[in-house]
């Protein structure tokens, strides 16, 4: 069995800035989609702008692509690299158990956070010339707790709660391929058999949470993503559509 999934680029450095950064520095010159893998970020980062904490021995990668399609279509690969990271989990522990995903973004395992995605593009008058998907995983080690913010989940590790040691490199190899395969199912099929799957790996789907943006804050039952991807809740007012939010539970 190939072991990379045909197509793909895969650049190994180091120690970068940030693999976002490389990224776009790159995008203008690709061919076709490339992988990026650091060994050490000096300035990495997740959602809105905060820090991404990066231990040595977990995975700092990103992917960048040059996509064809309105912006929020291309926006839902974002379901496409959840998908793929709640498989290359499975693939590398050899099981599903306490494994979840948390809308929008983040892989959850025994109710902690895991792994984060973050997606960056760059374009102008509705077209996108480079989407970047960022990912993060805590393979050998969790950031501090002190160090994420109120309210939100602890950071837990792979390897301290299954006892699994990865290294970068292999995890990024069950991730590419487990990418490749949702990737050809989302450019052929469309959006929704992703966001059946996705939903199928839900957290707290049919539970009460919080989600929260910089002026609102809005509490309901979580009752699915629609078919652009936006959370929809239950509430005490009705049928809320959120687009953008952190949740809370």
Not at 76 to 84: D, E, M, Q, T
Not at 123 to 145: C, F, K, R, Y
Request: charged share 20%; aromatic share 6%; hydrophobic share 45%.
């Amino acid at each position: 069995m190939n072991d990379w999934p045909i197509g793909y680029g895969k650049r190994v450095l180091a120690e970068v800035d940030s693999t976002l950064n490389e990224a776009a520095r790159i995008a203008p010159t690709l061919t076709g989609p490339e992988w990026i893998l650091a060994l050490r970020q000096t300035s990495g980062r997740g959602r809105r702008g905060r820090a991404w904490t990066d231990p040595r021995g977990n995975l700092a990668s990103t992917l960048v692509m040059r996509p064809e399609g309105e912006p929020g279509q291309i926006a839902l690969r974002s379901f496409v690299a959840a998908l793929a990271l709640f498989d290359a989990c499975v693939a590398v522990t050899g099981r599903a158990t306490g494994l979840s995903l948390k809308w929008p973004n983040d892989v959850l395992l025994n109710g902690g956070k895991l792994a984060g995605i973050l997606l960056e593009s760059a374009g102008q008058a509705g077209s996108v010339t480079h989407l970047a998907i960022g990912i993060g995983v805590n393979l050998a080690e969790a950031p501090p707790v002190e160090n994420v913010e109120n309210g939100a989940l602890r950071p837990v590790s792979l390897l301290s709660e299954t006892g699994a040691l990865v290294t970068p490199e292999a995890f990024l190899s069950e991730l590419a391929l487990a990418y490749d395969r949702y990737e050809a199912q989302f450019t052929t099929y469309g959006f929704e058999p992703i966001r059946t799957a996705w939903l199928s790996r839900a957290a707290k789907l049919g539970e009460v949470i919080t989600a929260r943006t910089a002026t609102s804050e809005t509490v309901g039952t979580f009752e699915t993503v629609d078919a652009t991807g936006n959370l929809v809740l239950n509430t005490a007012k009705g049928r809320v559509t959120i687009p953008a939010a952190d949740v809370f539970f």
